[in-house]
């Protein structure tokens, strides 16, 4: 608990404060940048800057260069600190009621200058983790020479504040028949697709990956024939080299790539799908030489209807007939229904594709129907789609009839 202060009392809404360690630590914690107050040769100044806390010290990143850490030496730099946390717009009938709901912190205190090179790593490791768990090891650590050029800024969190709005609008009496529309506007910071840099060839860290359910997360699939692991941009080269026969895009929704730019922008988009929730992507690897052979996706994932569909596969030409695509079925297959709990699960494949649909069929999933101008194919003509499904109560058979199948013979 953080004793009020003079400076951290408020005058107003005092209801709305708070003084206790968690809330100012979830807060401060949540938050990736801050605003650091302080006056230098008489002049206030207010810069941006990233902080991250340790226990009940704040450590502010900045430049050895820039004036307030050049001010902090020695005796410290008195320092005022802001967070805030926009949370929603509140829009009401009259403008003087307009508001926000927010969190904020407010510290103040004297920021000294973070000396000791141990102490100092350990500050800049928590700030580099604080982005990404676990990132600080899966990245170079800072010479002396970068060391030496970072300054870190330690204060310690004694005189702290809280501030909170929460619900909706607060208006006049006489305000609540005005004929305007009056309400709340949530808002709230999301991750976008993370965009590799140029040259990157590993796969995107797990913790760069949203939070999602079962339903929506490509867990890594192992069988004695395919490794199905989450579809990466990195993967791209390897799965262009792999699927360059046209043979392996004639039934399929999209054209052939005709460059490896082009493939990267279908794996892009196939992982805006995916961030988006509409879209799981798995890559297909052979596990016994180790290369990208093709892909395939869960896709019209419906958690709450225990339903979704195996597409969006494509599989090189050296792949076929050799047991991967069966096993990646009989993966994805035991994945939706034993781990998730699917009830059923389906696939579309392309009125002219009898091979797709034989293939279907002798993995135990029953003809349903034919979706008569379903998709546009590539050539511009209308696709009729054949769909099949295969439910719960289906599977245990299906399950045994594709684990003959793979058995090696005696």
């Avoid at 607060?170 to 005005?178: A, F, K, T």
């Avoid at 910071?189 to 993370?194: A, E, I, N, S, V």
Wanted: net charge neutral; glycine share 8%.
């Amino acid at each position: 608990m953080y004793a009020p202060t003079a400076r951290t009392t408020a005058t107003r809404t005092r209801d709305r404060m708070a003084y206790d360690a968690d809330t100012v630590h979830a807060i401060l914690d949540e938050a990736y940048h801050c605003a650091m107050g302080f006056v230098v040769d008489g002049e206030p100044r207010v810069l941006p800057t990233l902080h991250v806390r340790v226990g009940d010290t704040l450590y502010l990143h900045g430049s050895t260069g820039s004036r307030p850490l050049l001010a902090a030496r020695g005796d410290g730099l008195p320092v005022c600190v802001t967070v805030t946390l926009l949370d929603a717009l509140i829009l009401a009938r009259s403008q003087f009621h307009h508001s926000a709901n927010y969190r904020s912190v407010v510290a103040h205190g004297v920021a000294t200058l973070v000396t000791d090179e141990t102490a100092k790593r350990a500050a800049m490791t928590a700030l580099v983790d604080k982005l990404g768990a676990g990132r600080s090891g899966e990245t170079r650590p800072p010479t002396k020479r970068e060391l030496a050029e970072t300054a870190v800024l330690a204060l310690p969190l004694r005189e702290v504040s809280a501030r909170q709005r929460t619900g909706g609008v607060r208006e006049e009496d006489y305000d609540l028949d005005l004929p305007h529309w009056a309400g709340v506007l949530p808002l709230r910071l999301t991750r976008g697709l993370p965009v590799p840099d140029a040259g990157v060839a590993v796969p995107l860290p797990a913790y760069l990956r949203p939070a999602v359910s079962p339903w929506l997360t490509a867990e890594r699939l192992e069988g004695s024939h395919v490794v199905l692991e989450p579809l990466d941009l990195s993967h791209v080269d390897e799965l262009f080299a792999a699927t360059a026969s046209a043979e392996v895009w004639e039934h399929l929704s999209s054209p052939r790539p005709a460059s490896r730019e082009e493939l990267a922008a279908y794996v892009s988009g196939a992982l805006a799908e995916w961030h988006g929730g509409g879209r799981v992507p798995w890559v297909q690897r052979s596990a016994v030489l180790g290369e990208v052979v093709g892909t395939t996706s869960y896709y019209e994932v419906e958690p709450a209807r225990r339903s979704l569909a195996i597409g969006h596969t494509f599989l090189g030409r050296s792949a076929w007939r050799t047991g991967i695509n069966t096993e990646a079925k009989l993966l994805l297959l035991t994945r939706a229904f034993e781990t998730l709990g699917a009830e059923r699960v389906v696939w579309h494949t392309d009125i002219r594709n009898e091979r797709s649909q034989a293939a279907i069929a002798r993995l135990g999933a029953t003809r349903e129907a034919v979706l008569r101008h379903h998709r546009i194919r590539p050539d511009g003509t209308w696709r009729d789609t054949v769909q099949y499904a295969m439910l719960a109560e289906d599977w245990p058979a299906a399950s045994a009839a594709l684990r003959r199948r793979l058995r090696p013979a005696a």
